[in-house]
């Protein structure tokens, strides 16, 4: 048979990999700078764009997109072309694929800080750079798929369709998520509302989870760990089932983030249900990575990188039964909104992705170079620290979520709350916050040894662009076998298939939401925002309040106590984007203006708990915000705005009635700015602070006024 | 979102689809479960060992 020459060029993975490292350490740094920010709270100085509820979105981004996003496209430009034996399609495509993605990191950079955002957890960015993360995304579905067409091997190695499968999903999720009408060229509006809203972002969200964290990183391990072990991986047929199983699964599990929320219940029970039905292909997938390492533990006790990849597939089996336990709707009661969370996910990062990343850079550095790795000692100090710094973060989070969940539920004897004030229960978890920010720096301590220890590997040794491999020429499909070696044969086929899949698992969760009107019933006294709150939704957005805030009260006895009754779908159905949250570090907010209620507060201890939140309550770890107090309310985009919205239907023709809103908007400016300085603040009528008291004031009041 | 769900209300049926995406799941799920316990052996072998197809020449000097 004739053998062809061909050669790998490894620029494209070198240049991966430096914008992996570069990225992980931004991440890292500002997670690390999130954490300080908790404990103390005056960090960011009043300083808008240093924020903890601005710089979280930033760090969450970075952490997914910049740092694992390139790990994965690292693994891919490495392994598609050995795999596949053929250099990748293009290396213009290729080009722009990096350079492109990194652009987009740095506009990312900048926009999340200054507050331009979508308020969607990890579909943060706004609409223009969406578009351009859709163009670049399309560009690298490009240079994958051709290549896979170009390819002289007959059969498609498993780790290639994790990769396909993320590229489909990755690329129908975000759009999906991302379906907005412009109202000027930094902001939007999704064209979903309140609880749809909140299914699809989470049906997004969890997938994002799945098919960014997840998948591409079990394609990356099916190649590096067989790689790095130099054994084949346990069972290939595992693998085919893993793969499957898993696609399907993921798709349906995203309601089991809203659990015990407005959304009905057949909807949570579905997620539910296929939560708990991920744990088997999950644990196929662990106990297939870690048995490829049977025969080898011996090397496991020297090999750095081996020791990693061990670490990262148990936490990724970890965090991958947790996950199903926290989907049970007992459990979830308990650790939803609490620490348990970030303790659940970071498991998952620092472990699953982190150390995955870590191992393949310090397996592929070396051969990157020609050399060996600079120093292994290093390595293993790295290997300990980030283990520990994992544990010393995780595990004190765990604890103070428990804790927290358990003062919430707490009655007294007499049936009252037994801390009806919250800030008590912050101030119990606060030592577990120090242990969480020495955990974070263990782990970004063994980073900087990452750091040092590439720098030197690549400088002693010479970068291998090109390395030659031969293949027999492409074979052709042969009769009588077996359809998916056939369907594996062909890409493009391949990927339609895989489309289709997870398209079927997003259906059957969508359209009964779409189609039945009885899922969110209709509450009369539902109005929609008048124009000035309206603008200060569109601040609470901007800074970001849902990241510490959530809007959703649930229909446990505590919360009703403490909170008032519980949320209903009906009362979000004019909340374009909606603002459930996901953490309450501090209370929830969705009846905030309901006077009747324990937590109400007046306009003017709003204006300065804004001002100086410490000076409000001492122990309070909110930060402050005194540039609302100075900025001036922009009233040139409430038009466009108010016309966005009536193009989804928001009844503001009868709801105005005629009615300018900019007037509008200045009438009842001018009765709150009235208001505060009645009381002695000295304020202007059109400053920010003035639309966000509008906005806290009307929070949950609707259901009231009946 | 009205646009949506207008589309999805002029199909006739509609109801039915997400159950019929859950038995397609399921279907699927089986058949790819046996053409799997069913694999041709040499196949899989060669498949297990395709990234390792390669010579190691510096692997284990790490």
Same mark, same amino acid.
């Given at each position: ?15 991966? !990999? ?113 578009? !351009? ?41 975000? /759009? ?40 591409? /990183? ?30 399907? !699964? ?39 990575? !870690? ?229 969110? &019933? ?101 930060? &402050? ?82 | ?62």
């Amino acid at each position: 048979m004739e053998l062809q020459k061909f050669t790998y060029d490894n620029k494209l993975s070198k240049m991966f !990999l430096y914008a992996t490292v570069l990225w992980g350490i931004v991440a890292m740094l500002v997670g690390l700078t999130a954490a300080f920010e908790l404990i103390f709270p005056k960090m960011s100085g009043g300083i808008s764009w240093l924020v903890f509820s601005r710089l979280r979105p930033l760090h969450t981004n970075a952490a997914i997109f910049a740092f694992v996003g390139n790990s994965i496209f690292l693994a891919v430009y490495y392994s598609t072309p050995r795999l596949l034996k053929t250099p990748m399609y293009s290396k213009a495509l290729g080009c722009i694929h990096f350079w492109g993605w990194q652009f987009i990191i740095v506009l990312a950079a900048v926009t999340l800080p200054l507050g331009f955002t979508q308020s969607k957890e990890y579909a943060e960015l706004i609409w223009p750079i969406d578009v !351009l993360v859709v163009i670049i995304w399309v560009v690298f579905g490009l240079n994958l798929i051709m290549t896979m067409v170009k390819r002289r091997v007959k059969h498609i190695y498993v780790a290639i369709w994790f990769y396909i499968a993320t590229w489909v999903t990755v690329a129908v999720l975000y /759009i999906v998520n991302n379906l907005q009408i412009p109202t000027s060229f930094l902001h939007s509006y999704p064209v979903y509302a309140g609880i749809q809203d909140a299914l699809v972002q989470w049906w997004y969200g969890h997938n994002a989870v799945a098919f960014f964290l997840t998948t591409p /990183i079990l394609g990356m391990m099916y190649y590096f760990v067989p790689k790095a072990a130099n054994r084949p991986v346990y069972s290939y047929k595992l693998s085919i089932i893993h793969f499957w199983a898993l696609i399907f !699964l993921y798709i349906w599990a995203g309601p089991h983030h809203l659990l015990y929320s407005a959304l009905p219940d057949w909807a949570q029970a579905l997620g539910v249900v296929f939560s708990i039905m991920l744990i088997a292909p999950s644990w196929g997938g662990m106990i297939n990575g !870690l048995l490829t390492l049977r025969g080898a533990w011996d090397k496991v006790r020297e090999d750095p990188v081996l020791k990693m990849f061990v670490v990262a597939i148990t936490a990724y089996g970890m965090s991958t039964f947790e996950g199903p336990m926290l989907s049970l709707k007992t459990v979830n009661a308990l650790s939803h909104f609490t620490d348990w969370t970030i303790a659940h996910v970071h498991i998952g990062t620092l472990g699953w992705n982190g150390m995955m990343a870590f191992g393949m850079i310090y397996w592929l550095v070396p051969r990157l170079y020609k050399t060996k790795l600079w120093s292994v000692k290093l390595a293993n100090t790295h290997f300990w620290i980030a283990t520990l710094g994992m544990l010393f973060f995780s595990i004190p989070l765990y604890f103070a979520g428990f804790t927290q969940a358990l003062m919430w539920k707490e009655f007294t004897e007499e049936g009252f709350l037994a801390y009806p004030n919250f800030l008590e229960t912050v101030t119990q978890i606060l030592p577990m916050y120090y242990l969480r920010a020495f955990g974070g720096t263990l782990y970004f301590t063994g980073a900087i040894l990452f750091v040092v220890n590439v720098w030197n590997t690549a400088s002693s040794g010479k970068f291998v662009r090109y390395e030659e491999d031969e293949a027999a020429a492409k074979h052709a499909p042969k009769a009588g076998e077996g359809w998916h070696r056939k369907l594996e044969g062909k890409p493009l086929q391949f990927t339609v298939a895989a489309l289709i899949v997870i398209l079927i698992g997003g259906l059957i969760e969508i359209i009964p939401m779409y189609l039945v009107k009885t899922n969110v &019933p209709t509450i009369t006294s539902v109005q929609p925002y008048t124009p000035l709150e309206l603008e200060g939704r569109d601040i609470y957005v901007r800074e970001g309040c849902y990241l510490c805030h959530s809007q959703m009260i649930r229909p446990f006895r505590n919360e009703v106590e403490r909170y008032g009754e519980y949320t209903k779908a009906g009362e979000t159905v004019y909340d374009h984007p909606f603002q459930f949250g996901s953490k309450r570090t501090g209370p929830d907010l969705a009846r905030e203006g309901v006077k009747s209620l324990p937590n109400y507060k007046p306009d003017s201890w709003h204006y300065n708990h804004m001002l100086d939140p410490q000076k409000m309550n001492a122990e309070s770890i909110m930060p &402050p915000y005194p540039w609302l107090i100075e900025n001036d309310l922009d009233y040139t985009n409430i038009e466009s705005k108010i016309s966005v919205m009536q193009s989804f239907g928001v009844p503001y023709d009868s709801y105005l009635n005629g009615q300018d809103p900019v007037e509008a908007m200045q009438a009842q400016a001018a009765q709150i700015a009235q208001g505060l300085r009645s009381g002695g603040i000295d304020v202007d009528d059109n400053k920010e602070i003035i639309a966000l008291i509008a906005y806290l004031q009307r929070l949950g009041t609707d259901l009231y006024s009946e | 979102m009205k646009i949506v769900a207008q589309t999805l209300e002029q199909i006739a049926g509609v109801e039915i689809f997400p159950i019929i995406s859950l038995l397609i799941f399921f279907v699927f799920f089986l058949i790819v479960g046996y053409m799997v316990f069913t694999a041709d052996k040499n196949y899989i072998e060669e498949m297990k060992n395709m990234p390792l197809d390669k010579d190691e020449d510096f692997h284990d000097d790490l």
